[in-house]
């Protein structure tokens, strides 16, 4: 394979220097096809690390990221496509949410997501806990469901983005994982590839999230935005607090539950909040409302007529699962020693620390330390009390959903730690979102 020399373009890179499309499409072309070794491509990638990408790199590496496999194309549908992505944090659950509701409202909405991996969950191992629900379709079956039902809640397809598998796995064990150009790169390269013409970003922070502060946040949601409008797509992010889990339940089929509980009305508000957000910007850059507030009007209609609930029996069915769930979350597993975990003392909850409670929820066996790892979808946590609650003591902070009594107490030994109860009273999140984009 003929073109650029590595060693020059990995030179430039350390000192500072930027790279053409061309340079970074060979790159990417010669480590997907073997041409470049990979510790020539681990060379550059740290280089990146050091010194960043310019804006028109990372669009570069993205849109070669997006070359190297299949792209799905959605132009013979007569409806908008619209895709969302979350960062990942503890008891997200808006994807089970949110993709019924966006297709009753008139979307097509293809949402692939993956698995959990250390204390955050994944949109896969929950719809698992769906008794028959088959998370891996083929690329011909999922664009004859999404012609006919209008979405499907999928795996990341091997066809799509081939380079990017590869390259987060020599980042992964070369310490080049934290760059920003290279999560958003990455984050986009798959989103374009699935083709959608709207893109709304779920960016998180806090200590359950993979952005610490909301200034990193912000820095990575202007990353992605920037990418996706450089490829034409509409583009906004959201920024979301993870300081806390979102809703309640953190585990596989107490998230469903949740999930389903929200598109039948009841639920935690905050993640209606979150749902609705996503989506009423979703419904304005797609043009099927006119304005967020009319985005929102629609969903809360849709909500309350049981279109998203009657949406989501379709897609279950459509995809192997039993429906039946949607009306008798019963019919899910469910853990056979449940145990609250009570105040110690009286005063306002000042913390609820998200990734704590996530860990718990893994030692349970709710989630994977290792992608092999099996994964109990019966097992988790439903938080009982929220940031600036007021409690008494002996009152439930949370329940543990054990197989038994000594893994209830381990997980109740770190869910413990999780809870901070201080004297004077503590303010509630306010509940805002920041819009980039």
């Not at 491509?41 to 990146?48: I, Q």
């Amino acid at each position: 394979m003929s073109g650029p020399n590595v060693v020059e373009l990995i030179d430039r890179k350390k000192r500072g220097g930027e790279l053409s499309a061309e340079e970074i499409a060979y790159l990417c072309r010669g480590f997907t096809s073997g041409a470049v070794p990979d510790y020539q491509v681990a060379s550059w990638l740290m280089a990146v690390c050091w010194r960043g990408m310019t804006a028109p790199e990372t669009l570069a590496l993205t849109l070669a990221m997006v070359d190297s496999g299949e792209r799905l194309d959605w132009s013979g549908l007569d409806r908008p496509t619209v895709d969302k992505h979350s960062t990942g944090g503890v008891g997200d659950k808006t994807s089970i949410v949110l993709v019924p509701l966006m297709a009753a409202a008139g979307a097509a909405f293809v949402k692939m997501s993956g698995r959990g991996l250390g204390h955050t969950g994944g949109t896969l191992d929950k719809l698992e806990a769906i008794p028959g629900f088959r998370c891996n379709l083929p690329l011909d079956e999922m664009r004859a469901q999404v012609a006919r039902i209008g979405c499907a809640l999928v795996g990341q397809s091997p066809e799509l983005v081939p380079a990017d598998a590869r390259l987060y796995s020599l980042r992964d064990v070369t310490a080049t994982v934290d760059a920003v150009p290279l999560i958003a790169s990455s984050i986009m390269s798959k989103k374009l590839a699935g083709g959608a013409q709207t893109v709304v970003l779920d960016v998180k922070w806090g200590s359950g999230a993979f952005m610490r502060t909301v200034e990193e946040a912000r820095t990575l949601a202007a990353e992605l935005v920037r990418i996706g409008e450089g490829a034409g797509r509409r583009t906004r992010a959201v920024l979301s607090p993870m300081r806390e889990p979102l809703g309640c339940a953190v585990g596989n089929a107490l998230e469903v539950r949740e999930a389903i509980d929200t598109l039948n009305g009841a639920g935690p508000d905050d993640l209606w909040r979150l749902t609705l957000e996503l989506g009423a910007h979703q419904l304005l850059l797609s043009g099927l409302a006119a304005s967020v507030e009319e985005g929102r009007a629609t969903l809360a209609r849709l909500r309350g007529e049981g279109a998203g609930a009657r949406k989501l029996e379709e897609l279950i069915e459509a995809q192997g699962g039993d429906p039946a769930v949607v009306r008798d979350p019963g019919v899910m597993a469910a853990a056979p020693h449940v145990e609250p975990l009570p105040a110690e003392s009286a005063g306002w909850i000042a913390a609820a620390d998200a990734r704590e409670i996530g860990i718990a929820a893994l030692e349970l066996g709710a989630g994977r330390r290792v992608k092999t790892d099996p994964v109990d979808p019966a097992v988790g946590v439903v938080v009982s009390a929220r940031i600036g609650d007021r409690v008494v003591a002996g009152q439930p902070l949370a329940h543990v959903h054990a197989r038994d009594a000594a893994s209830a107490a381990r997980a109740a030994a770190r869910l413990r730690a999780a809870f901070q109860v201080a004297p004077d009273a503590v303010e509630k999140p306010d509940g805002g979102y920041e819009i980039i984009g």
